[in-house]
């Protein structure tokens, strides 16, 4: 079939990326899904940091390719061998389709799946193909979802079925910035009701953060950022102590607000930076979790005393160590209660001709979540 998409050609385009325009609005060809697999309507999709990297070329990406991996739709027609799924049934995809029998999914670490990272890493499905090309070129697909189009196949693995009373927009921002955000605090940090937590970075995953630290009860909690605005709207979500990064006490502050330190950080920004920042605002035994993902070359450099001497645990967290079955319709089930209100982290709803400019503005850190509508 036919479909409209964003096809991204060359990591190398300077910005204003609204000129330079990296992101090619095209038709293109999408065959039919195969053994396992399932044709979706995109109705939405979220546009994550994960996604201009592949623009700029941070952490370069197999070309030509359709990016965007935060999303929800409609499923439209089944492959050969799909169970638990129907045609008409609301979706979130994972951008991990775990296999299910590997070592990790065995252990509970579906976000580790060995064949997925492999198959993420590739841009391919898991069998090595795409569906995706124009005329003899293969387009590969971002992390199994390629969302910035009409339509895609996915893996029967990716697909978590959600209730139909959930706009689009809202939903597609649990395909990624909420799971990574809430999973971080929740499954990755284990916080406890009454410990303090700050959130370093505060775009969608970090505000997400910032919801799961109230909805688990902390004590009190700490959001730094570079951007007034976003401070702003932390406060109106409910951190205690909203401050700016950008200032030389910023770190005394925290440490004089909480007794000596947090007993979680969330970094959330991607940046070494800020997760520095977040180490030194955590109390001794606590824990700082590294949630945002920064290109392959970038270090940050860490006390190796004050690991050992103040037993403190620095822990990876990778899309919120979630299992998506399991967490995306519980953190749907918070939001439908009001205990997660996600929709406040909508900036504004887009359309195609726009999605060049609104990467600008994602560069800028001026947005939140911004949503396409394809």
Avoid: W
């Amino acid at each position: 079939m036919k479909i409209k998409a964003a096809v991204l050609r060359r990591s190398d385009l300077p910005r204003p990326y609204a000129e330079s325009r990296p992101l090619n609005i095209e038709e293109i060809d999408l065959d039919p899904p195969q053994q396992g697999e399932v044709l979706v309507q995109i109705k939405a999709v979220g546009l994550c940091h994960s996604d201009l990297v592949a623009i700029n070329g941070e952490r370069g990406k197999p070309m030509p390719i359709v990016i965007g991996h935060e999303a929800a739709g409609i499923v439209v027609e089944l492959g050969a061998g799909v169970a638990g799924l129907a045609v008409g049934d609301h979706v979130v995809p994972s951008y991990v389709a775990s296999c299910g029998h590997c070592e990790m999914c065995n252990v509970g670490r579906p976000a580790l799946c060995e064949p997925a990272t492999a198959s993420n890493a590739a841009a391919v499905l898991r069998d090595g193909t795409t569906r995706l090309h124009k005329d003899s070129t293969r387009i590969h697909h971002h992390s199994g979802i390629a969302g910035f189009a009409e339509y895609s196949v996915m893996p029967m693995e990716a697909l978590v079925k959600i209730d139909k009373d959930i706009p689009f927009e809202h939903a597609a921002l649990f395909g990624c910035g909420v799971v990574t955000g809430v999973g971080a605090v929740v499954n990755t940090s284990g916080v406890r009701p009454g410990e303090s937590v700050a959130v370093v970075g505060l775009g969608g995953v970090g505000l997400s953060a910032l919801l799961a630290a109230r909805a688990a009860g902390a004590g009190r909690i700490v959001a730094l950022d570079l951007s007034e605005d976003k401070l702003a709207l932390a406060r109106d979500l409910g951190a205690h102590i909203a401050l700016n990064a950008a200032d030389p006490d910023c770190i005394g502050k925290v440490l004089e607000a909480t007794s000596g330190g947090v007993h979680v950080a969330v970094e959330t920004a991607g940046s070494p930076r800020a997760l520095k920042t977040a180490y030194d605002v955590t109390r001794r035994g606590g824990t700082t979790v590294a949630a945002g993902m920064p290109g392959p070359d970038a270090e940050v450099t860490i006390s190796h005393l004050s690991i050992a001497a103040h037993e403190r645990t620095l822990k990876g967290s990778y899309m919120g160590s979630c299992i998506p079955k399991r967490d995306i319709p519980r953190y749907m089930a918070m939001f439908k209660d009001e205990k997660l209100p996600v929709d406040r982290l909508l900036t504004r709803v887009i359309g195609f001709d726009d999605l060049n400019a609104a990467m600008d503005r994602l560069d800028d850190a001026a947005t939140v979540r911004e949503v396409l509508i394809p």
